[in-house]
């Protein structure tokens, strides 16, 4: 069965960074473009960050409210895949989902909170 | 980016009714290689989402087929042919044709 588990989330202060990761299995790893999306508290989906595979140079794109804080990776031998966060804002809690397969499939999330 | 807008916000329904949620998007999500890369989401209370339909009306497999998604171009309907307990939660649309992917605001499915 697809799992995607994520981990590393927690309370952190502005201006601060912390680096989230999905561990996938279950499914092709290295053929599937894996996502980031968010959700604050009480509020709708927000797209994150895309990466793309190998054949298609590992392209990765973000949302201009995370463009130049955010950077999405992956490493397919570990069927991986992270989000380095820097110069957190407030604004940025919220739970992360990783999610892949056309947002078929989707973790539990990890909830991110940015609080002084 | 494409806005999608769902109409409407919230939806009251009782059991075995049946009930239509709207998407329409800001350009035409018909993408250069033929597909419409328009999906539905279920979000149940406390969980993540689930994905329902995909490419506008294909059942993603598992999902009871009282779920059933039409539209072409700038205009999708979501139908529930049949509501039952288990269909509460907020629904939502999102596109895939266009970077950046992008979500409707939702559409809150609760009982009368």
Not at chain 1, 18 to 39: D, E, H, P
């Amino acid at each position: 069965a697809v799992q995607l588990v994520e981990s590393g989330g927690g309370l952190v202060q502005p201006k601060e960074s912390l680096k989230i990761s999905c561990a996938a299995s279950g499914f092709t790893f290295s053929n599937a473009a894996m996502y980031w999306v968010r959700q604050a508290p009480g509020k709708g989906l927000e797209w994150v960050a895309r990466i793309r595979t190998k054949p298609n140079n590992y392209a990765t794109y973000y949302a201009d409210s995370v463009k130049g804080r955010f950077t999405i990776s992956r490493d397919d031998s570990k069927s991986m895949v992270y989000l380095q966060m820097d110069n957190l804002k407030t604004e940025d809690t919220a739970m992360y989902y990783c999610t892949a397969g056309g947002f078929a499939y989707w973790g539990q999330g990890t909830l991110v909170t940015v609080s002084s | 980016d494409v806005v999608l807008t769902q109409t409407p916000p919230t939806l009251s329904a009782t059991i075995g009714q049946s009930v239509s949620i709207s998407c329409r998007s800001s350009q035409s999500l018909l993408h250069s290689n033929g597909n419409t890369y328009l999906n539905w989401l279920l979000q149940r209370p406390g969980q993540p989402p689930q994905l329902l339909i995909y490419l506008v009306s294909r059942l993603e497999s598992g999902v009871p087929n009282r779920f059933s998604g039409s539209g072409s171009g700038t205009d999708f309907t979501l139908k529930i042919s049949g509501v039952e307990a288990e269909d509460l939660g907020v629904y939502y649309c999102v596109q895939s044709t266009h970077a950046p992917d992008t979500f409707g605001a939702g559409t809150k499915l609760e009982l009368k």
